[in-house]
């Protein structure tokens, strides 16, 4: 099937989408647009917004968009393939509907050749997020790649071969070709389909009757097959040819998964513990924009700061994001939905849910059968209705459908235990002896105490004992006591607090039942504004979101613009992948002060050694390791050695500037050393390029050092097509549009159409 690209020539506008409106007020002046395209992050921001802090103060809007195109040949099969458009969208060719379809995260195929007319012809998508429909921020309208499909009338399915490996060793691999057919013609006809694998062929002799879709299983061998793993993420193409008609590439990798409550999870027989984290789709300063270098950037940086699994909270991924991790080699969880039958927010998945839960199971599939790095796909996320023995049974239809699927996967629920128990609280704590008092005027111990116990893990039995897996939010307390109850139950921690991962990671270590850990979040992400921001002092009394300004939620291992955060690499030390310590340092002006995170915050600690102002003041320094001791020296003297704590030790000192250098010993042994210097103040921007389009900013001083402290206005002075170009304040009231920004910390991300370069730009203090 022929398949190009169709994201240029489009225009849009934004009004209502009735067509009474549209006679009464008239249809606003299109703007022309090149897909994907995000309309929500280029307006502008309120603090009176309805849906608030849940995406960060952008505003819903309902969109439109068209495009003319011209038809050649009215005899061929032709279809729109849509990556993605958020949300409820309607697609009318010359004026008719062609197809709805309400998800905002599947991708989805319209065949339009009966709407066709030879010539000039005429796509209309009407795209309605005018309702709260989420819990965080979503974007609006067309915001992945747009795709034209011609073929013959006896043609291969949009996405239609599927590639799974039955058995795979060193020396040989037997693999399962599935391929759909469609013949809309009024004749039989007597075809062959064939499949090449390198030097692997197989043909298989059909007959297709007059209008008939058929589905083809042939079964085809590689000998010494390459396979797919983390550290050797070997790809395959192969080359289907319905002979004379068709021709179709399938790219795909060769692995085999097993699961156990003995040796957990393996993948080519090695067992693997999923060092994991949760990422939403959106990238920051271009929104929901999908830019697949930006996508490529994130996921190489997750692999290299040592993650090896990415969870897709809480929808389904897009075939982009699976493209690159299988490239990467990076496993991922493929999740399905935030609500079934309760909604969460007034207009979110589960006004949908009952009608489209099928359907919406169909094309996430559809997405991932191929892709060697999915190997689970997670039901829900937090649903609280799993412990409602009625409800329930929807997880069960899910998970057997998803099985009937494709059985090659694992099927999980990320399970929220509090949350699922939440409406039977007090009868609860009475069956357990519990202090329901307490618990209620935020005792979190009391509540933990409760959570563990036999009398809330009951209700849940049901609810877990139709997964390969079950997914536990926020409860490692759970663990070693439901090894012990249910000792077939094989747990992932699919969602965890940032801080609580030196607890988790033993856990996982010392349990071969419990698989891995996915902490919140491993990118910041806009939207959920502030969840995790800090507050100092002794009080919790806090809101958990922030107001506005806010519109990050500012948390993350890596931040808004893809900056590793400290917390990043007292990570890569708890799981034992970094040696050498790593120094950070504390804000002088809270001195003294105790640190009030929320759960999902970690210290307010950064890279530097430049605190203009605070000299000959106390201030703190952090030091991750996992050795036996460190020592902190400042300008070569020694000021102090300590023991670290859950890989962490906390020296206090007096500013000045100059050089800490960190130096951690096992056994009297140096394993490391990590060294920090004061950046001088005259200082420059530093432009480099970091993929198609994609500039990241830095102030550095002569010798190339990053100053933190010494930010400074960038301007775009070129004519260039600005997609995103903002920093990672949380709190920054600038357009990811603006020609001028701040940097924040010293750094700032341009995003420009891809294919074009920025030279020119002015700087200033």
Not at 58 to 75: C, L, N, Q
Not at 386 to 391: I, Q, T
Not at 448 to 467: C, H, Q, W
Request: net charge negative; aromatic share 10%; glycine share 8%.
């Amino acid at each position: 099937m022929k398949r190009e690209l169709f994201n240029d020539g489009w225009v849009f506008y934004a009004s209502g989408g009735t067509s009474l409106e549209n006679t009464v007020s008239g249809t606003p002046e299109p703007k022309s647009v090149k897909l994907p395209h995000d309309a929500m992050i280029a307006q502008k921001r309120d603090p009176h917004n309805p849906t608030g802090n849940a995406t960060g103060y952008y505003p819903y809007r309902t969109v439109h968009y068209m495009k003319d195109f011209e038809v050649k040949d009215a005899s061929e099969e032709i279809f729109l393939e849509f990556d993605g458009v958020y949300m409820n969208t309607a697609v009318y060719i010359n004026g008719t509907l062609a197809a709805q379809h309400i998800n905002g995260y599947t991708s989805f195929t319209v065949h339009i050749t009966p709407y066709l007319r030879q010539g000039k012809n005429t796509v209309k998508v009407l795209v309605r997020n005018g309702v709260p429909s989420s819990r965080w921020y979503t974007g609006t309208g067309i915001y992945r790649d747009v795709y034209l499909l011609s073929s013959g009338q006896i043609h291969i399915a949009p996405n239609g071969v599927r590639i799974s490996t039955i058995q795979a060793d060193s020396n040989i691999a037997v693999l399962r070709v599935e391929t759909t057919l469609f013949n809309r013609e009024n004749k039989v006809s007597d075809l062959v389909l064939r499949h090449e694998i390198e030097d692997s062929e197989v043909s298989v002799p059909v007959t297709l009757l007059p209008g008939e879709e058929k589905t083809v299983t042939a079964r085809i061998e590689l000998e010494r097959p390459r396979l797919w793993s983390l550290d050797t993420p070997e790809l395959y193409v192969c080359k289907t040819d319905l002979v004379g008609l068709d021709h179709e590439i399938t790219r795909f990798g060769v692995c085999t998964l097993s699961l156990d409550s003995k040796h957990g999870l393996r993948i080519n027989g090695e067992t693997v513990k999923l060092r994991g984290g949760c990422v939403h789709h959106d990238h920051g300063v271009v929104g929901a924009v999908e830019h697949r270098s930006l996508e490529e950037r994130r996921i190489r940086k997750l692999k290299e700061a040592g993650y090896n699994a990415v969870r897709c909270a809480h929808c389904p991924a897009s075939k982009t994001l699976l493209e690159i991790c299988d490239e990467v080699g990076m496993l991922v969880m493929n999740e399905l939905c935030d609500a079934w039958t309760q909604p969460k927010v007034d207009f979110d998945y589960s006004a949908w849910f009952t009608s489209h839960w099928e359907a919406d199971c169909e094309a996430m599939v559809q997405t991932s059968f191929n892709h060697p790095s999915v190997i689970f796909y997670s039901i829900g996320n937090e649903i609280c209705e799993v412990s409602n023995k009625f409800e329930t049974q929807y997880g069960r239809r899910i998970a057997d459908k998803l099985r009937s699927l494709d059985p090659s996967r694992y099927v999980t629920n990320c399970v929220n235990i509090a949350l699922s128990v939440i409406d039977r609280l007090p009868e609860l704590a009475v069956r357990a002896g519990a202090d329901i008092n307490t618990i209620m005027n935020g005792n979190m111990t009391e509540l933990i105490r409760l959570m563990a116990t036999k009398e809330v893990g009951s209700p849940l039995e049901e609810a877990f004992s139709y997964l390969d897996a079950a997914g536990y939010n926020y409860a490692p307390y759970r663990y070693s006591t439901d090894i012990e109850s249910y000792p077939g139950r094989i747990i992932i921690g699919s969602e965890s607090y940032p801080a609580a991962l030196y607890d988790n990671w033993a856990l996982c270590e010392k349990l071969p039942q419990v698989i891995g850990d996915f902490g919140w979040s491993v990118w910041d992400y806009i939207g959920e504004a502030g969840v995790g921001q800090h507050h100092y002092g002794e009080t919790s009394d806090f809101d958990l979101y922030g107001a506005y300004p806010w519109k990050t939620a500012n948390c993350g291992d890596f931040d808004l613009i893809g900056d590793r955060r400290p917390i990043s690499y007292w990570r890569e030390i708890v799981w034992g992948l970094r040696m050498a310590p790593y120094i950070c340092v504390q804000d002088p002006m809270h001195f003294g002060e105790k640190q009030s995170p929320t759960r999902w915050g970690w210290s307010d600690a950064i890279r530097s050694w430049n605190w203009r102002g605070f000299e000959g003041k106390p201030i703190a320094v952090e030091v991750y390791s996992n050795a036996d001791e460190v020592e902190l020296f400042y300008n070569g003297r020694s000021v102090d050695i300590k023991t670290p704590t859950k890989c962490k030790a906390v020296f206090e000192t007096v500013y000045a500037p100059g050089t800490l250098t960190a130096v951690s010993r096992r056994n009297h042994v140096e394993t490391g050393k990590d060294a920090l210097m004061t950046a001088s103040y005259d200082v420059h921007i530093k432009w480099e390029r970091k993929g198609r389009g994609i500039i990241e900013i830095s102030v550095v001083d002569e010798s190339g050092l990053l100053n933190p402290d010494a930010d400074m206005d960038v301007h775009i002075e070129n004519d260039v097509e600005i997609l995103g170009f903002g920093s990672a304040d949380p709190k920054s009231e600038e357009n990811y549009f603006d020609r001028t920004i701040k940097t924040y910390k010293g750094r700032a991300l341009l995003v420009m159409r891809e294919g074009e370069e920025s030279n020119g730009y002015n700087e200033g203090k």
